[in-house]
């Protein structure tokens, strides 16, 4: 009985909790736009200074939350900037909400991820992510943006650009694709096997699986009429 008691205190203290953190939450949303900006981006440099990873994850997840509810071009960014964090958990809030906003403000994402490809450097860990978050978006501009991705000296952006094509499986977009064939830098990718390991492939090799799959399905040539 007395444990119980204590599941059930504990379990109204986490109750009060979110009812406190969702008060805050939409008290500083209502907060005027550029000042709340100001401080969110510098929170977002003050948590990945921060040496407690649980602590940095959390702050950016929230942060992550607070950006998802504002619009224009420095929000964009800031969310971007937290995709390109090091905390998975952090990552995943910040993909949710940039993936969300395509859909609804894909003009507005589509400039945020254009500036990525300029800013970010060679290594961020957002700019793989970014193609996965537009390839289910229902908008004709989605290929022209992931072409650009296809020319960047990242090489797991242009990876990533390639399988979010193969994705979408038009063989339009094969044309994209072709200029890559002979690109000899590497990747790692995830085997299928579901465990961790990795195999190495080039771009070229990946370019060229992709075009198979993008290969126009002929029925002559399979017997069917």
């Given at each position: 009985?007395?444990?119980?008691?204590?599941?059930?205190?504990?379990?109204?203290?986490?109750?009060?909790?979110?009812?406190?953190?969702?008060?805050?939450?939409?008290?500083?949303?209502?907060?005027?736009?550029?000042?709340?900006?100001?401080?969110?981006?510098?929170?977002?440099?003050?948590?990945?200074?921060?040496?407690?990873?649980?602590?940095?994850?959390?702050?950016?997840?929230?942060?992550?939350?607070?950006?998802?509810?504002?619009?224009?071009?420095?929000?964009l960014d800031a969310l971007i900037d937290v995709?390109?964090?090091?905390?998975?958990?952090?990552?995943?809030?910040?993909?949710?909400?940039?993936?969300?906003?395509?859909?609804?403000?894909?003009?507005?994402?589509?400039?945020?991820?254009?500036?990525?490809?300029?800013?970010?450097?060679?290594?961020?860990?957002a700019l793989p992510e970014l193609p996965y978050?537009?390839?289910?978006?229902?908008?004709?501009?989605?290929?022209?943006?992931?072409?650009?991705?296809?020319?960047?000296?990242?090489?797991?952006?242009?990876?990533?650009?390639?399988?979010?094509?193969?994705?979408?499986?038009?063989?339009?977009?094969?044309?994209?694709?072709?200029?890559?064939?002979?690109?000899?830098?590497?990747?790692?990718?995830?085997?299928?096997?579901?465990?961790?390991?990795?195999?190495?492939?080039?771009?070229?090799?990946?370019?060229?699986?992709?075009?198979?799959?993008?290969?126009?399905?002929?029925?002559?040539?399979?017997?069917?009429?």
């Amino acid at each position: 009985m007395q444990n119980r008691q204590a599941i059930e205190t504990t379990l109204n203290k986490l109750f009060d909790a979110e009812r406190t953190a969702r008060r805050l939450h939409d008290e500083l949303t209502a907060m005027p736009g550029d000042g709340l900006l100001d401080v969110l981006t510098d929170a977002i440099a003050a948590a990945t200074r921060e040496n407690d990873e649980d602590e940095a994850a959390l702050r950016l997840v929230r942060i992550a939350s607070l950006l998802g509810e504002h619009e224009g071009p420095r929000a964009l960014d800031a969310l971007i900037d937290v995709l390109a964090s090091e905390h998975p958990e952090a990552r995943q809030a910040a993909g949710e909400e940039i993936e969300t906003l395509a859909y609804d403000r894909f003009k507005e994402v589509a400039q945020a991820i254009e500036r990525a490809l300029k800013r970010l450097p060679v290594g961020s860990s957002a700019l793989p992510e970014l193609p996965y978050l537009i390839a289910e978006v229902p908008e004709p501009g989605v290929p022209k943006l992931l072409s650009q991705f296809l020319s960047h000296k990242d090489p797991d952006a242009v990876a990533a650009a390639i399988e979010t094509l193969v994705e979408i499986g038009d063989p339009a977009h094969a044309p994209l694709i072709q200029p890559l064939l002979d690109d000899k830098r590497t990747v790692e990718l995830a085997d299928d096997g579901g465990d961790d390991a990795t195999s190495e492939v080039t771009i070229g090799e990946l370019a060229e699986e992709a075009l198979s799959l993008l290969a126009p399905y002929d029925d002559e040539e399979d017997g069917v009429a």
